[in-house]
């Protein structure tokens, strides 16, 4: 029988009604996902009654599931003792994550009072949230080379129940990691008796604890890997990261790329606050207008030839508006393909010429029609021309800078999706408008 | 031994000194992945060579993992009959996206020269790219209910020496798909005569053949899969869809948000053609010239208002850049949510008092910033006050667009993403503009 979706069902209205008997019944037989998701989209005042009702052992499951809303509202009802029992029944790396959500202080009351894996989870909490240390969890099979196939077996299918585990990784005595071998190696071999050093492979990929997530995901994508080994400076084995965080850093990233791109933080979507996702908008808001107040400046200046030939100005949300699409345009595919591996930094000259070309093709195009359009809308060829060859100066320019920037990011170790926000689209604004007036003053003057 | 990447080897200097024989030593060790990343830099006229220096054995590994433009070179240079002996030695899967690259007439050509698997391939060139039937492999286990544990197990190691299976998925007589057990399951079980329809899940996810990729990750990422089973409308099981093809699609669908944003294909990234790359673009910044030149028309109309007081054009950039950054935070907001299951439409009133709420906070902190900068400047308290109450109008009304689009194209089946493109945007631009100068003349006019 395919799954259900529990919210296909009419449990959201049970819920609104208070019929908990019926609640709860369909609570028992369903994932943890998808009762995650029915208390995510429940009325705030029920989510605490929706998590009572369920068993000791679905509440761990159900917990680690919930978005940031609701597990806040969850957290709060908790007491610590209750809390305390619930991520000691977690993974690791989920349980830090729980904890790592908590106040300092309740934080290490609830570390206090776990009975066991506490020590675990101070080490996990020790690292950087978007690095390997970070994303990763303790519970990994490491096996001593000198270990037989048939004990490697028992290793892996008894370990937990919860994760199952593909790779047995081998170390040797000093707890450095040498190779691994994975569940069909061993169900293949024969000779059950043979040491999994024997039959290891030798080659591997495997993070360092503060390797940056996304370069993390790039090998687990690279490699078509289901999970790779962390280790540490010295290639000791500390933990693994599975598939499901790989998705979530991916998506995380994609995420944060977008985010950046019109100023505002990840968790602005599923934010219920208007003040706090106007705390996350405003400043990049700021810095737009305090930019066009600068581009206001700018128009300023240039007064009296705007009275002389009120027309000029006609043009300047066509010059706004097109050098900041192909701003953002080459911006935004070079932070992609840098965020992906599909483009490096070694590139960086072939990558602005390519979109120097791009740039001169499309000004060119783009200056031909507003030429003529001018011409036909004013009846003046003059004024058409240079309209058309500033439209062309500012594509340019604005190629330029949307290109180099997120590239000079880079090399300089910065984040490159800055080069997408509202910073250097302003600043793009700026120097668009500057050249457009100058251009257009200095060859009407000279024409005149 | 950590693998190491080829690339950081002088591999690309060997290459460009033609140092063949060197060159061939490196890639015979190497991972396939490295090796289509080592070619994919190399330039053109060396990638045929390079792909000709590999084993029989690693073409179909390498050429699956080159991107667009190596691809394209090294199947225009086989011939049908090489090519068909490096497809028939790939999953159906790949096999079936490389025949799809190539012009009908060749890939017709290719089919007929296989040897095996060219049916399985046929079978999956039928469904659509981007659904469920168009990324998924026909190479499945599928095992009657009633085998025993012993003979499941023997069938997920023997079944495939390159992609490892880790369900078996239980099919009753029809094939029609009614549990799956997993490789720890059958290992754990003592007594290995057991029927393993007497030990399934029989609660399970499964994809159906026209679903929609995205749909897919979504259910993968939600039940934290390794894989996912295929079904058609019936439940007959027909493929599954392994954890890498999942990343794929995460970041292909993360990539084409981020390229409708901004008015390209997600082929720019790696389009090395200048003019293929004006070509993806061209048509978005044409609709945003017109749009401008519409802006034009608006502003045209009030000539008269603007001779009067050229101050009120000095604020068209801001108006213009801050209506269009609050309307591009709240559809890509929107657009993201969407896309990952965050947002869903039944809550669109939700979603847009909460994004009104945010617009009314942002739009009086901003109006109140520019009405005292405006007065600290000018000198005008009126102008001040007009200029500040028209930005709050625009935000307000840009947020009321970007919110509520990509939520209406959603509802009617159409992609969201399309909201965020220079269609939308340019609207906003002259809506935005006209609202600007009404409010402004018309307030003034009652002033004066």
Redesign the interface.
């Known amino acids: 029988?395919?799954?259900q979706n529990l919210l296909d069902t009419d449990i959201l209205d049970l819920i609104r009604n208070e019929e908990w008997d019926e609640v709860s019944a369909l609570l028992l037989d369903a994932?943890p996902?998808?009762i995650a998701?029915v208390i995510d989209r429940s009325p705030s005042n029920s989510q605490i009654k929706l998590f009572s009702l369920l068993g000791e052992d679905a509440k761990p499951d159900v917990l680690v599931e919930l978005?940031s809303v609701a597990e806040a509202e969850v957290l709060e009802a908790l007491t610590n003792a209750e809390l305390s029992e619930i991520v000691d029944d977690m993974d690791p790396d989920d349980a830090a994550d729980v904890i790592s959500d908590l106040p300092e202080e309740r934080s290490e009351q609830v570390l206090e009072l776990m009975e066991e894996g506490s020590d675990e989870v101070r080490e996990l909490l020790k690292y950087e949230e978007d690095t390997a240390g970070g994303i990763m969890t303790t519970d990994v099979v490491a096996l001593p080379e000198t270990r037989t196939v048939e004990e490697a077996?028992d290793a892996?299918?008894?370990f937990d129940q919860e994760e199952?585990f593909?790779n047995a990784n081998i170390v040797d005595q000093n707890g450095t990691m040498?190779g691994f071998v994975?569940?069909?190696d061993l169900?293949?071999e024969k000779d059950k008796t043979r040491t999994i050093g024997a039959i290891a492979h030798?080659?591997?990929?495997?993070a360092t604890v503060d390797m940056d997530q996304e370069e993390v995901a790039k090998q687990?994508?690279?490699?078509?890997l289901?999970e790779i080994p962390v280790?540490d400076e010295g290639?000791r084995l500390e933990g693994r990261i599975t598939?499901?965080d790989?998705?979530?850093v991916?998506?995380e990233?994609?995420?944060e790329?977008?985010?950046h791109?019109?100023?505002?933080s990840e968790e602005?979507?599923?934010e219920?606050s208007?003040?706090r996702?106007?705390r996350m908008?405003?400043p990049?808001?700021?810095i737009?207008?305090f930019?066009?107040?600068v581009?206001?400046?700018v128009?300023?200046h240039f007064?009296m030839a705007?009275?002389r030939i009120?027309?000029l100005?006609?043009?300047?949300?066509?010059?706004?508006?097109?050098g900041?699409?192909?701003g953002?345009?080459s911006s935004?595919?070079v932070v992609?393909?840098l965020a992906?591996g599909?483009?490096?930094v070694t590139?960086t000259s072939h990558r602005l010429l390519?979109e120097i070309?791009?740039a001169?093709?499309?000004g060119l195009?783009?200056g031909a029609?507003?030429t003529l359009?001018t011409f036909f809308?004013l009846r003046n060829i003059h004024l058409g021309v240079v309209v058309g060859g500033a439209l062309i100066c500012v594509i340019l320019v604005s190629t330029f800078v949307g290109t180099l920037v997120p590239l000079l990011l880079k090399r300089f170790d910065i984040d490159p999706a800055l080069a997408t926000g509202?910073f250097v689209t302003?600043s793009n604004?700026i120097i668009g408008?500057g050249i457009y007036f100058i251009f257009t003053t200095v060859l009407l003057n000279m024409i005149s």
Request: proline letters at 3%.
């Open positions: 029988m395919a799954r994932h996902a998808d998701d978005e077996l892996l299918s008894h199952r593909l040498i994975d569940v069909w169900l293949r030798r080659k591997f990929a495997a687990v994508k690279k490699y078509d289901v280790v290639g598939h499901d790989i998705l979530d991916i998506e990233e994609a995420h790329d977008i985010s791109m019109v100023g505002t602005d979507i599923t219920p208007a003040f996702v106007s908008r405003l990049w808001l700021i737009g207008l930019g066009g107040l581009s206001a400046l128009m300023s007064e705007i009275e009120i027309t100005v006609f043009f300047v949300p066509v010059v706004m508006a097109m900041g699409n192909v953002m345009q935004a595919i992609r393909g992906t599909e483009i490096d590139h390519r070309r791009v001169l093709i499309n195009v783009c029609i507003l359009l809308w509202p302003t604004d408008l």
